[in-house]
């Protein structure tokens, strides 16, 4: 038998037997069809923002605006009481408060007994250089019991760069582009309800597996940690990625994870489980001329 074949057969092997669960389909098809994607979390996201509805700050500029909105089970009319709603947005100079013990415009609320949810706070405003900015944008996490969490971005009509921006013109981003209203006391609205969405998911205890510390075969000094928030494997932001927490990972069968909202063509990770607890995880990606490059990792032992 060839070294290649021994291989491929061994981590068929393995992960058949040592990750019993790890992969969990519902069946047939995807649960919960209200909501159907969910983005990217990003690079500015912080976990333990402040439980607080008022997102304003005295003395700094903005327009005033309330966002306000409506969770609901998958069924897309039962309300979902006490989801956790997390928004962030930048400031008025289009500046995210990634470090500071104050969170600024960062905040959680929880939905009441209707399913209702509210954040008073400033219109964020695009922010870039040249030709690249993106549009004004609100951030949303929104995590409840039984149902894989959304992220999700909301951008305001009107925006001149909602067109140009890769994200905001995707077909899928249409239900994400919200209708202000000019109240008469100057300040404005918008409104978000959401439907909650079960989705092809890893049992916790099977993706404790994965979890650890990964150098690349290629580059020692090229490192990865991944860990588990919300029943999520994550990505750890540090310095060298420039990210203060880290970016969410989406599982989409086969051992495979990507980002939400990223072409599994453009971006994938493929996790091996090998004997011994090896595991060996393979990032693939497209580059600049559409080439696929992939790396090897192997999760420290």
Known sequence: ???????????????????????????????????????????????????????RIKGEKGDPIELIGKILHDDCMTPYKKAKIELWHCDGSGVYDNETADFKYR?????????????????????GAGENYRP?????????????????????????????????????????ILEVQNLQDGSKKVAYNVSMAKKLAVEPAAMGLLVGNYTSEQDSSNKMELFIKDQQLWI?????????????LEFVGDNTFLLPGVPLETLSFNFQLLPYGVVKLVETYADEKGEKVVSVYVREM
């Open 1 to 55: 038998m060839k070294r290649r074949t021994f291989l491929s057969q061994t981590i068929l092997t393995a992960v058949a037997v040592s990750a019993t669960g790890f992969i969990r389909f519902d069946g047939k098809r995807y649960v919960g069809d209200c909501e159907t994607t969910s983005d990217v979390l990003g690079p500015f996201y912080r976990p333990d923002s402040p439980v607080r509805e008022s997102l």
């Open 107 to 127: 905040g959680t609320a929880y939905s009441d007994r209707k399913g209702n949810y509210s954040f008073k706070t400033i219109l964020p405003v695009p922010y």
């Open 136 to 176: 004004a944008h609100f951030h949303l996490m929104i995590t409840a019991e039984g149902y894989q969490p959304l992220v999700t971005q909301l951008y305001f009509t009107g925006d001149p760069w909602i067109e140009k921006d890769s994200s905001s013109s995707s077909p899928t981003a249409k239900r994400s």
């Open 236 to 248: 750890k932001g540090d310095k060298t990625n420039g990210m203060p927490f880290g970016v969410n």
